[in-house]
C-alpha cells in the first residue's frame, strides 16, 4: 500500500493564481481531511469528508474548495490564491473516528504564494 | 466546541533524561485523544490514542500518556528520553459523535546528548 500520497511537494503561486493540490489514499477509508500547517499555530482543519459525496468545512475554509467524487481522491482547490495561504498543507484519511480510526498522513505539500 | 492547548512551546532535555509533555483538552464530555509526533520535514505518525478504558495508554517507541479526566489532561510521557525523540508533538482531541480532529499547537522537542 502506498498509504496517503499528495502531489506536489512544493508550489510556488502568484497571488490570483488557482490551483488543486492532490490527496489520494489506497486504505479504503471514509474519512478524508486537509490541514494547513503554520509556525506557532499547529495544525488547522481546512475541509472534511466522511466518504464519497459528503464534505463539510473545518476550522479555517475560506478560500478552498474540496469535492470527494471517488472513495480514494480529495482534492483541495485555490481558486485565487493569497499570500496568507502560504503553507504546509498535509491531508489525512482513517477510517471514521466513531469506528477508533487514526489518522494517516500524507506528506505533505509546501506551498508559497507571492 | 473542543480545544486543545499545549502549554510549552519549547523543551530541551538530555539524553537519557525523563520528559512530560502537557496537553490540556476543553471538551464536555470524554472525547476521544491522541498523540501525534512530527519528525523534520515529515508528515505526521501517530504515538498513542485514547478512547476508553484504562486511564494508562502505551504507545510506540516507549510513549505512554495518562488520561486525567478531573484535570482535563491527557500527558505524554518517556521515561528515558533518545536522541531520535527530538521532534515535534502534536496532542489532538476528537468529539464523538463527530469526525473532526482539533490539534494542539505543539510543543518541540530538543535534545541534548
Known amino acids: 500500500n502506498a498509504g496517503v500520497t499528495q502531489t506536489p511537494k512544493f508550489q510556488v503561486l502568484k497571488t490570483g493564481q488557482s490551483m488543486t493540490l492532490q490527496c489520494a489514499q489506497d486504505?479504503?477509508?471514509?474519512?478524508m481531511s486537509w490541514y494547513r500547517q503554520d509556525p506557532g499555530m499547529g495544525l488547522r482543519l481546512i475541509h472534511y469528508s466522511v466518504g464519497a459525496g459528503i464534505t463539510d468545512q473545518g476550522e479555517v475554509p475560506n478560500g478552498y474548495n474540496v469535492s470527494r467524487s471517488t472513495t480514494e481522491d480529495f482534492p483541495l482547490r485555490l481558486l485565487s490564491a493569497a499570500p496568507s495561504q502560504t503553507s504546509v498543507y498535509f491531508c489525512a484519511s482513517s477510517y471514521l473516528l466513531a469506528d477508533l480510526g487514526e489518522q494517516f498522513f500524507g506528506p505533505g505539500t509546501r506551498l508559497t504564494v507571492l | 466546541a473542543q480545544s486543545v492547548t499545549q502549554p510549552d512551546i519549547h523543551i530541551t532535555v538530555s539524553e537519557g533524561a525523563s520528559l512530560e509533555l502537557r496537553c490540556n483538552y476543553s471538551?464536555?464530555?470524554?472525547?476521544?485523544l491522541f498523540w501525534y509526533v512530527q519528525s523534520p520535514g515529515q508528515g505526521l505518525q501517530l504515538l498513542l490514542k485514547?478512547?476508553?478504558?484504562?486511564?494508562l495508554v502505551q504507545g510506540i517507541k516507549g510513549f505512554e500518556a495518562e488520561f486525567k479526566r478531573s484535570q482535563s489532561s491527557f500527558n505524554l510521557r518517556k521515561p528515558s528520553v533518545h536522541w531520535s525523540d527530538a521532534a515535534e508533538y502534536f496532542c489532538a482531541v476528537g468529539a464523538r459523535g463527530t469526525d473532526k480532529l482539533i490539534f494542539g499547537t505543539g510543543t518541540r522537542l530538543q535534545v541534548f546528548p
Open positions: 486504505m479504503n477509508h471514509e474519512y
Open positions: 485514547y478512547f476508553s478504558g484504562d486511564t
Open positions: 471538551y464536555g464530555a470524554t472525547p476521544y
